[in-house]
């Protein structure tokens, strides 16, 4: 049972295998609470955790250090609840576009919400993070490669300013 082998594990452990996706310290104590979590109070089974229900999902893993609103949303994403979590890419596509003002992670979130619907947020996330890597990056926007380009107030702001 993978939760029993995480609870187990030493924290270096963990860390060891994670480091390739970085920050290993400070996640690793968060994977081992998590396990923890599971092994206690859902008899070593998550999908008991993800079946509560969305609010009750939030407010349990919310309570592990480490444990933020994305991490919950990828959880709740994958998982088949019509979320869409934000990372920094579509943190910032969101603002150029106009989508989502200066909110923080959920004002933005809920923003997103309203222009997807709930059978595409994933794909959307997906998408958007694609775009983020390839076109809309943080220097440098290729607007003129962009399929949003129409769509996107940062490019119409662009292009009126230049004739
Ligand atoms: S048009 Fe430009 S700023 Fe807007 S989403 Fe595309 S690359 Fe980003």
């Known amino acids: 049972m993978i939760p029993e082998s995480i609870a187990r594990a030493s924290l270096s452990e963990i860390e060891e295998a994670i480091k390739p996706a970085g920050l290993q310290r400070a996640k690793a104590r968060a994977i081992k609470e998590l396990a923890n979590l599971i092994l206690e109070e859902f008899n070593g089974d998550m999908r008991k955790l993800l079946e509560m229900g969305e609010e009750k999902v939030r407010e349990c893993l919310s309570k592990i250090p480490g444990i933020g609103h994305k991490t ?8 088949g609840y019509p979320v869409l979590p934000v990372d920094t890419h579509i943190r910032r596509i969101s ?6 003002s200066s909110g923080g992670y959920v004002g933005i979130r809920e923003s997103l919400h309203k222009y997807f619907r709930p059978s595409r947020r994933l794909e959307a996330h997906l998408l958007l993070i694609k775009l983020g890597r390839t076109i809309c990056k943080s220097q440098n926007p290729r607007c003129d490669l962009c399929p949003l380009r129409r769509f996107c107030k ?8 230049v004739g």
Do not use: E, P, S
């Open 72 to 79: 919950i949303d990828v959880l709740l994403a994958n998982w």
């Open 95 to 100: 603002k150029r576009m106009g989508l989502a």
């Open 154 to 161: 940062y490019a119409q702001d662009r292009y009126i300013a």
